[in-house]
């Protein structure tokens, strides 16, 4: 059973910090992974994708991704607390469908 | 910007009744999928649709489900008979390739009573 994990949180943080959330996948063939951002009772907003090993950056979002650790995160500078959501990670394993992890709530304290 | 849309947004049915939950992709995307939440848990996928046939599904898609792409521009799920256990948010996504990202409508709130 192919598997995407993360922490449920609820992670805090102040305005103005650097939010750091975590994922682990247990498909080591997987190949692209996605973090979407979904606020409560809303869609999956998808915030970045990531495909090869290292560091992609967007703006205040950076994703980064170790294959060999099976490990993929998501660095958000300047916190601010419009970004209190839940993140979620997805994984996709060259098949026809995402696995998402349960998602970590962030909490930006003003 | 293209997005993908759906509706009903909420739709309220009685145990055992038929529903057709309506998606339209966007509109270059050629890969299509279907997505449920139960409340408070994590997305689940159902199934994926290409090229006019299913290219995937889920031990949740059985024979009580079925999509449909019924012209050039909606994709549609259907529950034949719906359960208690069916409520939760639907939701519709598109992707123009198998490996590039999918975007997600902004749902159906299924209520089975």
């Known amino acids: 059973q192919k598997e995407v994990e993360q922490n449920s949180g609820p992670l805090s943080v102040p305005e103005g910090a650097i939010a750091s959330l975590n994922c682990t996948y247990s498909d080591r063939g997987s190949q692209s992974f996605f973090w979407y951002r979904q606020y409560s009772g809303k869609s999956p907003e998808l915030i970045m994708s990531?495909?090869?090993?290292g560091d992609k950056e967007d703006g205040r979002f950076t994703a980064q991704l170790n294959k060999a650790s099976q490990y993929v995160s998501l660095l958000i500078r300047d916190s601010q607390p419009s970004d209190s959501a839940t993140y979620l990670c997805?994984?996709?394993?060259?098949?026809?469908?995402?696995?998402f992890g349960t998602g970590t709530r962030l909490k930006v304290l003003a | 910007e293209p997005e993908v849309t759906q509706t009903p947004s909420h739709q309220v049915t009685q145990m055992g009744q038929e529903v057709i939950l309506r998606c339209v992709p966007i509109?270059?995307?050629?890969?299509f999928y279907w997505y449920r939440q139960i409340l408070g848990q994590k997305v689940e996928f159902l199934v994926s649709?290409?090229?006019?046939?299913?290219?995937?599904k889920s031990e949740i898609f059985d024979d009580q489900f079925s999509v449909e792409r019924p012209d050039g521009s909606n994709f549609t799920l259907k529950i034949r008979s719906t359960k208690l256990e069916d409520s939760a948010m639907y939701f519709c996504?598109?992707?123009?390739?198998?490996?590039?990202?999918?975007?997600f409508g902004p749902g159906t709130r299924l209520t089975v009573t």
């Open positions: 509109s270059n995307h050629l890969y």
């Open positions: 990531i495909y090869s090993n």
């Open positions: 997805a994984v996709n394993s060259g098949t026809y469908k995402y696995i």
């Open positions: 996504a598109s992707s123009f390739n198998r490996e590039n990202e999918q975007y």
């Open positions: 649709f290409y090229n006019n046939e299913i290219s995937e």
